[in-house]
C-alpha cells in the first residue's frame, strides 16, 4: 500500500478543472493537454476553475488525488445542500438584459455572493440595442449610484467595451437563462462554439447547452469562466450579520441601530430603516436583504 501510495504520488500531475459533469472532471494540464478525471470514493466538492493534483489512470484518463487551496469560492446553498459554481475566480459579471426582463432579487443575492466571497462585482446589460433597454438602464442606476460598475452591451454587436474589464482577471458569468452568457463568450472566442463541443463529446453529455460551468483562457492573465442559467441562488450559508455587510450601502451605518441585535427587519429605532426612509438606501434593496435575513433567521430557529 506504501509503495502504491508512493508511486501516484511520483506520477501526479498538476492541473486545473476546466468543465465538469456529475463525477466527472475535465482537468487542463500546464501544456493544454485534457485529462477525463474521477475523484476517488463517491464525495465531490470541486469547482470548475479549481487547482488540482492528478495520478493518471490510462491514456486520457485520470484520478484526482488533492486539491489545492482556493482564494475564492461561488457557490450558492439552500436549507439541503450546497452548489459550486466556480472556484479562484477574482470577479463575477451578473449579466442581465433588456429582454427577457431580469429579476433584481437575484442580482442582489449575486452581488451579496461576490461580497461576502471577497470578489470584485460587475452588472452587464447586454441586448442593449432593444427598445426596452432604457427601462432596464434605469432600473440598474440605482447599482451605479451605490459603487457598482454598470456596463451597457449588445454582444451580437460589439463584445469591444467589455474586453477591457476582463483584463488580468479569472471572471465568471453568472445570471438567468436567456440573458446571453452564452453569446458572450462566443464572441469574445469565436472558437469556444468548437470547444463546448469537444469538451461536451469528452464527457459524453451530447449537448452543447451550459449545463455546467466551463472555464476558458482569453490570454496568459485573463480567463472566464461560463456557468448554467440560474433561476435562484440561495444564500443559506451567510448568517443574518454576513447579509448585512454584503449589502455595501448598509455598511456607514451599520453599528447605529438603537439595539446591538437588530436584525433590520421591523425593530425600532433601526438606523437602516432610517437611512431608507430618508433616500439613502432604496426601497427595493432593503427589500432584498429583508427576504434574505428571513431565510436566515428560519435556518436559525430550525
Excluded at 466571497?117 to 447586454?126: P, T
Excluded at 472566442?189 to 451530447?206: F, K, M
Aim: net charge positive.
Amino acid at each position: 500500500m506504501r509503495g502504491d501510495n508512493q508511486r501516484r504520488s511520483a506520477a501526479r500531475l498538476e492541473g486545473q478543472i476546466v468543465a465538469s459533469f456529475g463525477r466527472r472532471y475535465l482537468v487542463e494540464l500546464p501544456d493544454a493537454a485534457i485529462l477525463d478525471c474521477v475523484t476517488r470514493g463517491k464525495k465531490s466538492n470541486l469547482a470548475c476553475g479549481d487547482h488540482v493534483g492528478v495520478s493518471p489512470s490510462s491514456p486520457g484518463e485520470g484520478v484526482i488525488e488533492e486539491t489545492a487551496p482556493r482564494t475564492t469560492l461561488l457557490y450558492r446553498s439552500d436549507a439541503y445542500r450546497e452548489k459550486l459554481i466556480a472556484a479562484n475566480v477574482t470577479q463575477i459579471i451578473v449579466v442581465a438584459a433588456a429582454a427577457p426582463g431580469f429579476h433584481e432579487d437575484l442580482v442582489n443575492r449575486c452581488l451579496a455572493a461576490a461580497e461576502h466571497g471577497g470578489m470584485a462585482a460587475l452588472i452587464v446589460l447586454n441586448k442593449c440595442d432593444l427598445a426596452e433597454s432604457a427601462a432596464a438602464l434605469t432600473r440598474l442606476e440605482l447599482y451605479r449610484r451605490i459603487g457598482y460598475r454598470v456596463l451597457a452591451l449588445s454582444a451580437k454587436r460589439d463584445i469591444a467595451p467589455l474586453v477591457p474589464c476582463l483584463e488580468n482577471h479569472t471572471s465568471v458569468l453568472v445570471g438567468q437563462s436567456g440573458m446571453g452568457k452564452s453569446t458572450i463568450i462566443n464572441r469574445l472566442l469565436p472558437a469556444a462554439g468548437a470547444r463546448v463541443a469537444e469538451l461536451s463529446a469528452a464527457l459524453g453529455s451530447g449537448r452543447h447547452t451550459t449545463t455546467h460551468a466551463r472555464l476558458y483562457h482569453l490570454d496568459a492573465n485573463s480567463h472566464i469562466i461560463d456557468s448554467p442559467g440560474l433561476q435562484e441562488f440561495g444564500l443559506h450559508h451567510l448568517t443574518m450579520d454576513d447579509t448585512a455587510s454584503a449589502f455595501i450601502e448598509f455598511r456607514p451605518w451599520l453599528g447605529q441601530c438603537r439595539f446591538r441585535d437588530c436584525r433590520h427587519l421591523s425593530e425600532p429605532g433601526c438606523a437602516i430603516a432610517a437611512a431608507c426612509a430618508a433616500g439613502d438606501i432604496a426601497q427595493q434593496r432593503l427589500a432584498s436583504y429583508r427576504r434574505l435575513a428571513a431565510e436566515a433567521a428560519r435556518k436559525k430557529s430550525r
